[in-house]
């Protein structure tokens, strides 16, 4: 790769590359909505990383920590992972796992968690490539 990759902290000058990676998701949200997150994921307890390549957005993770009432240490999860298209198998998920790795354990988190969509085929692939092993169902109720 010649290009310059930085991963940076997400900004809210990030929110319409965003909006584009969360409709690649399946998550419409407006930019004003993305704008709230990036603010919301700028707390204390999560964060949203992108990288550039070239000073362009081309992918973001966002994750949060927290103490589960079951065990000891925090944990660590990704609440969303997206790399466009035009740069997938490039490495680029592979080095924000990293990145996210990296700030969870200088936050005290003793592992990390990630649920998947069960539409997306490939990804389950790329976890465990990473060193990610499957413990559990997640189960959802929608409230509203």
């Given amino acids: 790769m010649n290009s310059h990759v930085t991963i940076r902290p997400g900004r ?22 993305v704008m709230a997150k990036i603010e919301l994921f700028s707390a204390h307890v999560s964060r949203v ?30 609440t969303a992972l997206c790399v466009t298209e035009k740069v997938r198998d490039m490495g680029i998920g592979g080095m924000l796992l990293t990145a996210a790795e990296q700030l969870l354990k200088e936050h005290n988190c ?23 092993e499957e413990h559990s169902r997640h189960f959802v109720k929608n409230l509203v």
């Fill in 49 to 78: 990383l992108v990288c550039e390549i070239d000073h362009k957005v081309v992918a973001f993770i966002a994750l949060h920590w927290f103490d589960k009432f079951h065990s000891l240490g925090m944990t660590g999860r990704i």
């Fill in 12 to 33: 809210q000058e990030d929110a319409r590359s965003l909006v584009d990676l969360l409709e690649q998701l399946g998550h419409p949200l407006s930019e004003s909505q």
């Fill in 110 to 132: 003793r592992e990390i968690e990630v649920t998947t969509n069960m539409k997306r085929s490939l990804t389950p692939d790329f976890y465990r490539k990473h060193g990610y």
